[in-house]
């Protein structure tokens, strides 16, 4: 299957799924997680290596961290190129008060939204689908 770069079909398409789980963001020195580790999101950056991971597997490695995220999967396969879908979504996200950090994978975008309101993200993000 295609990845998709129609905006109309982008949103109407979507999808958005919450996965199980408590995430959240931390950081380790090195170009490698721990072992034992196994995050959903690495990103190398010049102060070290950003994970997002389940909350229990930070919680015994001792990493800290001080947001707690729900992480929610666009089930659309998106086009990497295409144009207006992390916008329309974090609009309509940030006009109901909801923090969004976005990541693009291959075949979706994956959004971490405050845990506690995560439920509430998917319902706005099925009725932006309605359009």
Known sequence: MSA?????????TMRP?????????TTVPGPTPPP???????VAEAEGLT?????ELADAAGLSYDYVAGWITLRVH??????GLTAAVATALADAGLSCNV?????HDHLF???????????LLRELGRV
């Open 113 to 123: 939204v405050p845990y506690e309101r995560a439920e509430e993200a998917v319902t």
């Open 103 to 107: 990541v693009a994978g291959l075949h």
């Open 36 to 42: 034992g580790l196994a995050p959903v999101v690495t």
């Open 78 to 83: 998106s086009a990497l190129d295409a144009v």
């Open 51 to 55: 994970l997002v991971v389940r909350q």
């Open 4 to 12: 998709e770069r129609d905006l109309h079909r982008l949103l109407t």
């Open 17 to 25: 799924e919450l996965n199980p789980g408590r995430h959240v963001f």
